[in-house]
């Protein structure tokens, strides 16, 4: 229920990672246009591949190909990727490292 009033006051502290993921995982499913729109998603593959093959990381090119991306699925990527560092930091406690979090 909070989240549905106010997510920004919300205490996620509260909240069970578990329970919290499983949430963002629903929402992300029934979206009706994934996070990286379809006519991008080519692109970020692209761009994932140059880094892995180069091992080096373009900033420039990364925020370039971010910046196309629609205002509204830039800033809910920026709040998923600040809240699954926040997971990551806790991992000792809830075993979600940075790997497993790739996994679900």
């Not at 509260?14 to 009706?32: A, Q």
């Not at 998603?41 to 994932?48: E, H, I, N, T, W």
């Not at 809830?94 to 790739?102: E, V």
Request: net charge neutral; with cysteine; aromatic share 8%.
């Amino acid at each position: 229920k909070d989240l549905d009033q106010d997510w920004e006051k919300c205490d996620l502290d509260k909240y069970s990672p578990h329970v919290l993921c499983g949430t963002i995982k629903n929402f992300l499913r029934e979206t009706p246009e994934p996070l990286v729109p379809f006519g991008l998603y080519q692109d970020f593959v692209l761009f994932g591949k140059n880094i892995l093959e180069a091992q080096s990381r373009d900033e420039e090119a990364m925020r370039n190909l971010l910046k196309r991306l629609p205002p509204q699925n830039l800033a809910l990527l920026g709040f998923l990727c600040r809240f699954l560092q926040k997971v990551d930091a806790r991992s000792s406690v809830n075993k979600m490292t940075a790997s497993n979090l790739g996994v679900v």
